[in-house]
């Protein structure tokens, strides 16, 4: 058992959803507590019926058309001045993000960059937002596109990135003049609170961003009864595959598209000829960095036989010197987020067969006093904190092979023949993202033909997404489609055509069109 020592707490902040016009009931009260420090309570969450959810679309409904009739740079300007208040509060939202889910500081303020980085990128994108000019095939008549927001968008997010990729969804959301219904993951409110709170206090007129807190039965019933009633248009999510499924399922019985953004299973190919150094560097951090606690974690890494011993006994090296513990601290992970992902991962260490074999620290499961991991950082009687483990020998029949682990457990297989790696790293099924490690330009784009994945890094980590590419998956990572950069347009607005004719007379298309007169009998003589 943890010691769950008593932390001074003055008064545990209170955090509400967020919905203008009328404020449903809760149905039930939660505790949030940071994962380092059981005994520090972050918040208490009032969560939501499935109506909650239904109140929020309406009154997303009813303000939509007020915001998508606001020029786009003026809403931009709201995405300019959210990027300047999360700049000034940089560091306060880092803290507490590692506060109530243990991301390593340094990551915490990667992950709150990501915001100020999208918001650049989207102040830019108000002042475009282009349709085009196109031409007509008959005279006196012009065809235009136009990009017309969607409606109302529900947000349903998971914790890991729970500032990051909610972010990813509203500030292109908002731009397109679209209205926002956010519900957060339900460990982490207090986060959902000051993110929403800096969005609002940048400029965002009332009702234009609604937060429910719901547990995830009552957001799928939410949502089937919001789809039913027509007050919703688009849903993100991003989750696990399982219930990234169940609101594809909801969504197309009404026709509609959802953006989902699923788990992974990402590989990490290691060929004869790779910088073995950078090969466990980028494994290290692929695999370890969080937890493993990211959807772009490693998975396994597939080794040429000739190099795998090598491989191993490098990767288990790096991984026994790796500083874990106190997240405020400059460690490689701290924590698992909550006592459901830590329950998770102590299951999935049953996935370990007798035919594979164990590295990287001085025991498995719980870091505790009598099973301790050498050099922690802190102590981990006060926390959520566990061994990792490599795990070689991994085979295409084994569940951890095909199984997302979503905690620090990477697995370790072998390969021949470069086929044989690109049958691995697609044989689970899952397609988010992917690496290989060669010093060869052929292996480089014979991968890259072959992988299923979305995403693919050439001699770099499986993490690590910058935020103005397509980011997005495959298979059961996703349904294809892409967030972030121009391509996260395409989900948030629609095309509309329009063609306008001043001829003053009917012209039908394709029939009153001007033939252009050719002599297609016309051959080049043999003396030319
Ligand atoms: P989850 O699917 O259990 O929950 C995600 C969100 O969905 C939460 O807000 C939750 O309350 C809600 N939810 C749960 N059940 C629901 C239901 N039946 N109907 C509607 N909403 C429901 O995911 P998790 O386990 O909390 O998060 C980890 C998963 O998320 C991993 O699989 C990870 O790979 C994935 N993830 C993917 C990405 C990506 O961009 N592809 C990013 C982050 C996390």
């Not at 058992?1 to 008064?11: E, L, Q, Y």
């Not at 001829?503 to 039908?508: C, E, M, P, S, T």
Request: hydrophobic fraction near 40%; proline fraction near 6%.
């Amino acid at each position: 058992m943890a010691a769950r020592s008593k932390v001074n707490t003055p008064s545990v902040k209170r955090v509400r959803s967020i919905i203008a016009g009328r404020r449903p009931r809760p149905v039930r009260i939660e505790p949030s507590t940071n994962p380092a420090l059981l005994g520090d309570m972050v918040a208490e969450v009032e969560l939501l019926g499935s109506a909650g959810i239904v109140a929020a679309c309406r009154a997303a409904r009813a303000v939509q058309s007020s915001w998508a009739s606001t020029p786009a740079p003026r809403r931009a300007r709201v995405i300019q001045q959210a990027g300047r208040l999360v700049e000034a509060n940089k560091e306060a939202l880092a803290r507490l993000l590692t506060r109530e889910i243990g991301k390593p500081y340094i990551e915490s303020l990667g992950e709150v960059q990501e915001i100020i980085d999208q918001c650049d990128f989207f102040l830019g994108e108000g002042r475009r937002l282009y349709g085009q000019t196109v031409p007509s095939e008959m005279p006196s008549k012009q065809l235009f596109t136009f990009r017309v927001p969607v409606g109302v968008s529900l947000i349903i997010t998971a914790g890991n990135f729970p500032v990051a990729v909610p972010s990813w969804y509203m500030i292109p959301a908002f731009v397109c003049g679209n209205t926002v219904v956010w519900k957060p993951a339900e460990y982490t409110p207090a986060l959902a609170d000051a993110l929403a709170s800096l969005f609002i206090k940048a400029g965002l007129p009332k009702g234009v961003l609604q937060v429910v807190h719901a547990d995830g039965p009552a957001t799928q019933a939410g949502l089937a009864a919001a789809l039913e009633e027509g007050v919703v248009d688009k849903v993100g999510f991003t989750g696990s595959t399982a219930v990234g499924r169940a609101i594809g399922e909801l969504c197309g019985r009404h026709l509609q598209t959802p953006c989902l953004e699923l788990g992974g299973k990402n590989p990490l190919v290691v060929m004869p000829d790779a910088d073995l150094d950078l090969a466990v560097e980028g494994a290290l951090f692929s695999g370890f960095a969080f937890g493993g606690q990211r959807c772009t974690s490693l998975g396994t890494v597939f080794c040429h036989e000739a190099i795998h011993t090598q491989f191993v006994t490098k990767f288990a090296a790096a991984l026994a010197a790796a500083r874990l513990g106190d997240p405020t601290k400059d460690v490689l992970y701290g924590p698992l987020m909550n006592q459901r992902f830590f329950d998770r991962f102590i299951e999935y260490l049953d996935l370990v067969q007798p035919h594979h074999t164990i590295h990287g620290s001085d025991g498995t499961g719980r870091i505790t006093r009598k099973n301790p991991r050498r050099g922690f950082v802190g102590n981990p009687a006060t926390g959520l904190f566990v061994h990792p483990t490599i795990v070689d020998g991994v085979r295409p029949d084994d569940a951890l092979y095909a199984t997302e682990t979503f905690g620090p457990i990477v697995g370790v297989g072998r390969f021949s023949t470069m086929d044989e790696a690109i049958e691995l790293a697609n044989g689970h099924g899952y397609g988010l993202s992917s690496a290989i490690y060669t010093q060869s330009p052929e292996h480089v784009f014979t991968f890259r033909q072959g992988v299923s994945a979305g995403m693919l890094s050439v001699n770099n980590s499986t993490a690590g997404a910058e935020s103005h590419l397509p980011f997005g998956g495959n298979g059961k990572s996703g349904n294809g489609s892409r967030q972030s950069g121009m391509w996260v347009l395409d989900q948030f607005t629609r095309w509309q055509a329009m063609n306008w004719d001043y001829a003053g007379h009917l012209q039908r298309a394709q029939i009153d069109v001007q033939d252009v007169p050719a002599d297609l009998t016309f051959r080049l003589d043999g003396d030319r």
